[in-house]
């Protein structure tokens, strides 16, 4: 079963009031086969894909592959940016140390899942946000890869999309179309080397789908560090002419036509530029 917790957790760069619920109620949701490349559940009945359109998590190692120094500097100098390093933040109270299990299996299976569960605060949700967000493209994913912190303390995941169309420029990067660009969301799933898989996710918030193509709009709340995040209900999958959001709880949206969606982001984008920020 999912870890249970009931405290509450301030997500950076994203949106800030949050409380923990019951994994219980996170087994209701349908999913749909064409979005994901596998079973909802693991085979103990835990949850491993979060949202509805949402595919599988990006995997990656407990024990990363060497990186370069200044591979090492930028990545720490991000994951400074998600929480603080104080040992005594709410953050590292939230998240205890993730330990690699050995050869014991975990709750009796090689695959287990810590969920968690928010509640959101409604006003602070934009699920349109074109004045606020630092670029917003439509691009196509290219692979994913997660990551373990530096202090083993959480998890997030880096995706690599290629640059389509570019509906609103970062005013601080030089985006191209054909260009590539790397965008991350919290959470992910981690591989032990006896081969352990642990899924560390946020119910309801999906990871997009390597090969499909997508709507984004992208947060850079600090301008030296180049990666973006994927901003929470704002995040579309565009196929076959129709919208599928990647976070739950975004109904209005499911199937709506591309294209009128894509006329009204722009007419926002526009707006934002008159100085009304949306």
Known sequence: MAHRRTLLFIIALLFPFALYASPQAATSAQSTPTQQTGSRFTRSGEIRIPSKHSALP??????AAPESAEDQERRQIREASFHSPDPDHL???LYPEIKDPGTKLVDGDRETTDLKIYDYAGGMIRTLPA????AVIIGTVL??????F?????????YSIRIDEI?????AASLVVGGQLVAYRLGGAIRFPAGHVRNVLNQGQGYPKVGSQYLFFLGRPDV???????????TYELANGQVFPLDDGMDQYEGKSQS???DQVKKLIATSKNGDLQ
């Open 58 to 63: 990006a995997q990656g190692d407990f024990q």
């Open 91 to 93: 953050y590292k109270q």
């Open 131 to 134: 004045g606020t967000s630092a």
């Open 143 to 148: 692979s994913g890869k997660a990551y373990l």
């Open 150 to 158: 530096h202090d083993h303390s959480y998890v997030y995941s880096d």
């Open 167 to 171: 509906l609103k420029p970062d005013a």
């Open 224 to 234: 030296n560090i180049r990666e973006y995040a994927m901003t929470l209900f704002a």
């Open 260 to 262: 009128v969606l894509l």
